[in-house]
């Protein structure tokens, strides 16, 4: 791959997405159908992120950069934020995906993913394992409310290796008659 063909950074508007709440040289957009209440920005800048609170986003609470940070801290990518004057946010790098123990992958890098809304833009998201997500490819927590495992052995009709064609299967074994050296036809 080519420096040139490389996806260029996320543009300014590529992130501003959901619901704005100005502050003081900050606008945090919330993407409340990406949110799956990890809270790392109540925990991380309380006075900004009130949940009991309405508006629940106060950004005329703390300095801009202080906010950009625990907006940083969201691993949904339901968070994001634009400073005035200043660089949207940037991708990390390298690009990480992290699978969490039955829940969704985590992605942060310089990302495009297909949505059914068309390409999206994005530098942090949670993507569905489950299947059960109705806002794929993200997460939207179904996982937890149908007690989805990542763990274990899936059955051969759920990881899609249930067809008797060779090369279907996932976990690499052979149909006995294959084993036997018999073709099938």
């Not at 490389?6 to 949110?35: F, H, I, M, N, W």
């Not at 907006?71 to 004057?85: D, E, F, I, K, N």
């Not at 992290?98 to 990302?111: C, E, Q, Y």
């Not at 990542?150 to 290796?161: K, L, N, Q």
């Amino acid at each position: 791959m080519t420096h040139s063909s490389l996806p260029s950074d996320p543009q300014p508007g590529d992130l501003q997405r959901g619901k704005a709440y100005p502050g003081e040289g900050v606008t945090v957009y919330y993407e409340a159908t990406r949110c799956v209440h990890v809270a790392n920005c109540v925990r991380g800048l309380p006075a900004v992120f009130r949940p009991s609170e309405r508006p629940w986003i106060q950004a005329w609470n703390a300095p801009a950069e202080q906010i950009a940070a625990a907006v940083r801290s969201c691993p949904t990518g339901a968070l994001h934020y634009a400073l005035t004057g200043g660089a949207t946010e940037a991708p990390e790098v390298p690009t990480t995906v992290t699978a969490v123990t039955d829940g969704p992958l985590l992605l942060r890098g310089n990302l495009r993913l297909q949505t059914p809304e068309g390409e999206q833009r994005e530098v942090r998201a949670a993507l569905c394992r489950c299947g059960a997500s109705t806002h794929k490819p993200f997460c939207d927590g179904t996982h937890a409310k149908i007690a989805w495992k990542s763990a274990g052995e899936a059955s051969p009709s759920v990881r899609g290796d249930d067809h008797p064609e060779a090369g279907q299967r996932a976990d690499g074994a052979r149909e006995s008659s294959e084993k036997a050296g018999e073709e099938r036809v």
